[in-house]
């Protein structure tokens, strides 16, 4: 099994190299304690602060903190009173929470295959999907490279559809010199601890849209009216009112400094990851792999580094990733396509190839290292663990 040994001589099985790092600074971590000392642990202040500075940074009006991405994505369908039976258009090349919450409502997930490219959304085999029953399209900013907006947004437009963006990857990406952020009707943030930036959970809803605001921060605590959510302000009133069927999704002051810390060194963390997709681009064996290029006018925030085995099947990107595991290298595969899961594919009879692009991309698919602080040698160790 000459395929599966590891010829590199060193010695890291002791000193595995993580997937993902999050860099923390001592800062933030005083800041932690700050809050926790100062007796206000829950929403607050600092959770404003962070919606304030968020909204900010991605150039949109309202910013509604959540504790995660997959809340966020959820009270965005609420919102809309998704109805049983509705239908909502999204990627089979995702995280399982992208449909997840269409799945809540009793709403049917609408899947469409992937651009071979950037692996996003195809926007030209979205409006074939269009239903009378459609209410809405996620797209999901694959690895953080934006999908092709304006296209979506002028199909979105000529049917009156919602269009929510999963932007879990996006801290920050821009599309035509656009934040991601600022396009869409709202779009959903994730800070999970292995994401761009990260409040140990949590996620982010951005929007231009008032009302819809509005209504996703009252179906974040129970659907208290807002009166009711200052109630515990000195100002506040203890006297509440349930407004409507909301959640329990409100996050708390210790993940929002955190997020602001995490926040001021976006722009840091993006340089840092931008480097280290250049030392993969120059040490990587193109002659083996495709790699990721930013679609034109585009950034990615290049949340992930996805390589793709030129050509080769399953079982072999299968003995490549033991082999790394066996260099003491962590990769990942993104994604494992929807429609390939037992749940969609028991409940709509899906089969791998109803949707060739995403189970070929899949079944070549490896995801390397990559974070801020992660040496220029650790990237050509682990390109040379490669070949
Ligand atoms: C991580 C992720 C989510 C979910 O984020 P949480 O904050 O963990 O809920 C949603 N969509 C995509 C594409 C993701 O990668």
């Known amino acids: 099994m000459r395929f599966l040994s590891c010829d590199i001589s060193v010695t890291n099985f002791m000193n595995p190299i993580p997937f993902f790092k999050p860099e923390v600074d001592e800062e933030t971590i005083a800041a932690v304690a700050e809050v926790i000392r100062s007796g206000w642990l829950t929403t607050g202040p600092k959770s404003a602060e962070f919606e304030a500075r968020f909204a900010e940074y991605v150039g949109a009006k309202y910013a509604v903190f959540v504790n995660s991405c997959t809340a966020a994505l959820h009270l965005c369908l609420a919102s809309i009173d998704l109805k049983p039976g509705d239908e909502v258009i999204t990627t089979t090349y995702t995280f399982a929470a992208t449909a997840e919450v269409i799945e809540y409502f009793d709403a049917k997930p609408v899947l469409v295959d992937i651009r071979e490219d950037t692996m996003n959304i195809d926007e030209s085999q979205i409006e074939e999907r269009i239903t009378d029953k459609t209410r809405a399209i996620i797209p999901v900013h694959f690895a953080g490279q934006p999908c092709e907006m304006d296209t979506i947004m002028a199909i979105a437009k000529r049917y009156g559809l919602y269009v929510f963006e999963d932007a879990a990857h996006c801290t920050p990406a821009y599309y035509k010199g656009k ?209």
């Open 179 to 387: 934040p991601i952020g600022s396009i869409g009707d709202a779009t959903c943030f994730s800070f999970y601890a292995n994401k761009c930036i990260t409040t140990g959970e949590g996620g982010m809803i951005t929007t231009d849209n008032e009302e819809l605001a509005e209504k996703c921060r009252i179906l974040r605590l129970h659907g208290l009216s807002k009166d009711a959510s200052s109630r515990y302000e000195s100002s506040g009133s203890w006297k509440y009112d349930i407004v409507a069927r909301g959640y329990k999704y409100n996050p708390t002051d210790i993940a929002a400094v955190i997020g602001l810390g995490q926040l001021k060194r976006a722009d840091e963390f993006w340089e840092e990851r931008k480097r280290v997709v250049r030392a993969y681009s120059q040490s990587i064996p193109r002659a083996k792999f495709q790699v990721m290029k930013e679609p034109a006018n585009c950034e990615s925030s290049w949340h992930l580094f996805p390589a793709r085995l030129n050509k080769g099947s399953e079982r072999e990107r299968d003995l490549l990733i033991l082999k790394m595991k066996r260099c003491g290298l962590s990769v990942s595969v993104h994604f494992i396509p929807l429609h390939m899961h037992t749940f969609y594919a028991v409940k709509y009879g899906f089969v791998a190839v109803d949707f060739p692009c995403a189970a070929d991309s899949y079944s070549r698919m490896i995801s390397l290292p990559i974070y801020p602080g992660l040496p220029d040698q650790t990237v050509k160790f682990i390109c040379q663990a490669l070949v």
